[in-house]
């Protein structure tokens, strides 16, 4: 099924316009343009929930060169609204492959364009902000597509967490000797979060957005677990409501990417909107506390609000024991983005809690962040003792 050669545009809501072919499946859709600048885990990228309501712009040229396989997937289907590539594979080849992306794409209805200057596109987006965009292979008029797209909901204001969010509780069981049991708010979760759990001996129950506490705490649950997911954190109000009621029992907290923003909600931080984001698999991210750098996954388009960042004050500056009071206590930035200084991570000093901004469950990697799940396990193992996340190995 290849439509690569009936003519399709793309128009972003400032009214540039790129053309190109369609790719995928024929039609018409709207979205947040984002890019993406991985140059592997394209099937990955395209299962994240947290990319529902995004067109996402891949800026390495080849893609598809692998097709999609039965084990890749992070979720049961594609999230992105729209796919925007520069020179799709003409064929998949793996030995892991079951089809062409192209098919796939095709048969979950994702309206693509390639063909497309993705680095000019990229550049513009940097310079001008993640806005919105329409894909058409149906209207040639970009005039009127762009009226259409100027209609299209903005990201910012987005909730979108009951469209992604899990209907029923399911179970991941652990792998080997069962240690522990976490119950996970499903905000868009990753299938990598509770594998990598597993294998740490970790139960995890994934349990739907209308979870209350006593839901979570009726699992068993030893700790709580925030995940990743699509929309405006400042929408969050029952995760946020949720958390507080996690830290006032000082049950252990961990939080990927919207987790790591609801925690900062939590607390008493503010969210804002970056002006493109960070998409990607190589970011350098600090730890405050080892000095290490980490390259990371990052998929994120909002960041926790930091005081005084308006002021020009970079968390990154911030002198390492520097805390901030909040109503649960005192509260560190434990990472930052070596990029740009957003704040990659939260450290809570008086309750069980830390999140990340970015993913150490990333597939396909990297893994240098994979410790963060050992710290959450050892976290639980103590008690949920706060302050001591970090491992024998790495006080020393
Ligand atoms: N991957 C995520 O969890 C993304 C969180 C949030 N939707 C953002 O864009 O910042």
Not at 114 to 126: E, F, K
Not at 165 to 187: N, Q
Not at 355 to 371: F, K, M, R, S
């Amino acid at each position: 099924m290849t439509n690569r050669r009936r003519p399709a545009i793309l128009v972003l809501e400032d009214g540039r316009t790129f053309r190109g072919e369609a790719y995928g499946s024929i039609g018409e859709t709207f979205g947040e343009a984002v890019f993406t600048t991985g140059m592997t885990g394209y099937q990955e990228t395209l299962t994240d929930p947290s990319y529902h309501r995004q067109v996402v712009v891949q800026t390495a040229p080849h893609i598809g060169n692998t097709g999609v396989n039965d084990e890749d997937d992070e979720s049961g289907r594609i999230w992105v609204a729209g796919y925007v590539v520069r020179d799709p594979a003409r064929a998949g080849s793996n030995w892991r492959a079951t089809g062409t992306l192209e098919d796939r794409l095709a048969t979950e209805g994702v309206v693509g364009i390639s063909g497309v200057d993705t680095r000019a596109l990229t550049r513009h987006l940097r310079e001008r902000g993640a806005m919105r965009v329409g894909i058409s292979s149906l209207d040639d008029d970009p005039q009127a597509l762009l009226e259409r797209v100027r209609q299209a909901p903005q990201m910012v204001g987005a909730d979108l967490s009951a469209e992604v969010s899990t209907d029923k509780p399911y179970t991941v069981d652990a792998e080997g000797e069962h240690r522990f049991t976490v119950a996970a708010l499903d905000l868009g979760i990753k299938r990598n979060v509770a594998r990598r759990l597993a294998a740490r001996g970790v139960t995890t129950h994934v349990m739907p957005l209308s979870s209350t506490i006593d839901d979570l705490l009726a699992t068993g649950a030893d700790a709580v677990f925030l995940s990743p997911g699509p929309g405006d954190p400042a929408t969050a109000d029952h995760p946020v409501a949720l958390a507080r009621e996690v830290l006032r029992r000082e049950i252990p907290l961990f939080g990927i990417c919207f987790g790591s923003q609801i925690l900062g909600r939590a607390l008493g931080f503010g969210t804002y909107k970056l002006g493109y984001g960070h998409r990607g698999v190589n970011q350098p991210v600090l730890d405050r506390a080892t000095g290490k750098v980490e390259v990371t996954s990052h998929n994120h388009g909002f960041a926790v609000d930091w005081p005084g960042r308006e002021q020009g004050f970079r968390a990154a500056d911030a002198p390492l024991n520097q805390v901030i009071d909040t109503d649960f206590g005192r509260v560190e930035v434990s990472h930052v983005c070596l990029n740009d200084n957003v704040v990659e991570g939260l450290r809570a000093k008086d309750v069980p809690a830390f999140t990340v901004q970015y993913h150490p469950e990333a597939a396909a990697g990297p893994h240098d962040a994979d410790y963060l799940f050992d710290r959450f396990a050892e976290l639980i193992e103590r008690g949920g003792r706060p302050g001591t996340e970090l491992s024998e190995d790495e006080r020393a």
